[in-house]
C-alpha cells in the first residue's frame, strides 16, 4: 500500500513538474497548440523570430554558434518582456555563393541559401504567426549578413498589413550591441581592438562561451593554432572567457528588450 501510494505520489509530481514547465516555457515549440492559443489569449501577443546561420567560425568555434545563441538570447528578451513568445530558429541563411564558394561558403561545414529565398521564408513565418493572433512580429538575427534583409522585410509586411492590426519589426538594435557597447565595454577592461575582432575573435568567443561552453573548443584556443583569417579568424580569441562574455549577454538582452517595447508600443 505504502509502494503504491508513493508511486503515485511521484506521478503526481511529475505531472505537476510538467505543467509548470510548459507554463514557464516561452519557446513556441515547447508548447502545444492549445498552450500557444491560450498564452495569445492572454495577452501574449508579440513573437521573436530568432535568426541563426550554419557557418564556420575557424577552429575553436561550432557552425551552430549563431542558432544556439540566438535561441537563448531570444528567451532572455521574452522572458524579460514578459508578453511574448519565440519561434524555431531559422538556421539557414545566406552566407556567400555556393558555386564558385566565396565568403563562408569557402569553409567546410558551412550551408548557404539565396537571399530571396531567406526573405521569403522570413516572410512565410511573419504571415503563417500572425494568422494565429500574434500582432507584433520581431525579426531578432546574431548574423550580421542579413541586418538588411530583415529591415527589408519587415517593412515589405508593414506595408501589407498597413490596415490590420499587426506589425513586423526588426530588432537590429540586437546586433547593434555587437559592434557598440560590447566592444566598448571589453576595451574598458583593457582588451585591445586586435583581440576583440570582428568574427571569431575574443568579442565572439566570449559571448559564445557565455551562453554554452560546449560551443567552444578550449583546446584549440589554448594551442593558438590555425586562429588567424586564413582560417576564418579575425581577432585573437585566446584570451576569451565566459565573464567577458556576460557582458556582451547583459547589454544584448537589455538594449533589445527596450527596443521591443518601444517598437510595440501603439
Not at 10 to 38: D, R, Y
Not at 247 to 259: F, K, N, Q, T, Y
Request: with cysteine; net charge neutral.
Amino acid at each position: 500500500m505504502i509502494d503504491g501510494l508513493r508511486f503515485a505520489a511521484a506521478c503526481m509530481l511529475a505531472l505537476a513538474c510538467g505543467v509548470v514547465h510548459a507554463q514557464a516555457s516561452v519557446f513556441v515549440e515547447e508548447l502545444t497548440t492549445t498552450e500557444v492559443a491560450a498564452r495569445i489569449a492572454k495577452g501574449s501577443t508579440t513573437v521573436l523570430i530568432p535568426i541563426g546561420g550554419t557557418e564556420q567560425s575557424g577552429p575553436a568555434i561550432v557552425l551552430g554558434k549563431h542558432n544556439v545563441r540566438v535561441k537563448a538570447l531570444a528567451g532572455k528578451i521574452a522572458q524579460a518582456l514578459g508578453n511574448a513568445l519565440v519561434a524555431p530558429v531559422i538556421a539557414y541563411v545566406p552566407e556567400g555563393n555556393v558555386d564558385p564558394p566565396s565568403s563562408h561558403m569557402r569553409f567546410a561545414g558551412t550551408i548557404s541559401i539565396p537571399t530571396a529565398t531567406f526573405e521569403r521564408t522570413l516572410e512565410a513565418a511573419a504571415k503563417s504567426l500572425r494568422a494565429h493572433g500574434f500582432r507584433d512580429i520581431v525579426f531578432v538575427g546574431d548574423h550580421g549578413g542579413y541586418q538588411h534583409s530583415e529591415e527589408a522585410v519587415a517593412q515589405r509586411l508593414d506595408r501589407d498589413w498597413a490596415k490590420t492590426p499587426a506589425r513586423a519589426h526588426a530588432l537590429v538594435d540586437y546586433y547593434r550591441v555587437t559592434e557598440t557597447e560590447y566592444p566598448a565595454a571589453l576595451a574598458a577592461r583593457g582588451i585591445s581592438k586586435a583581440e576583440i575582432g570582428t568574427h571569431a575573435g575574443l568579442a565572439d568567443t566570449s559571448l559564445s562561451l557565455a551562453i554554452d561552453p560546449d560551443l567552444v573548443r578550449k583546446d584549440a584556443l589554448a594551442s593558438g593554432r590555425d586562429l588567424d583569417a586564413a582560417h576564418g579568424v579575425y581577432g585573437d580569441p585566446r584570451r576569451s572567457s565566459a565573464e567577458l562574455g556576460r557582458l556582451g549577454v547583459d547589454a544584448i538582452v537589455r538594449r533589445s528588450v527596450e527596443a521591443v517595447r518601444r517598437m510595440t508600443q501603439r
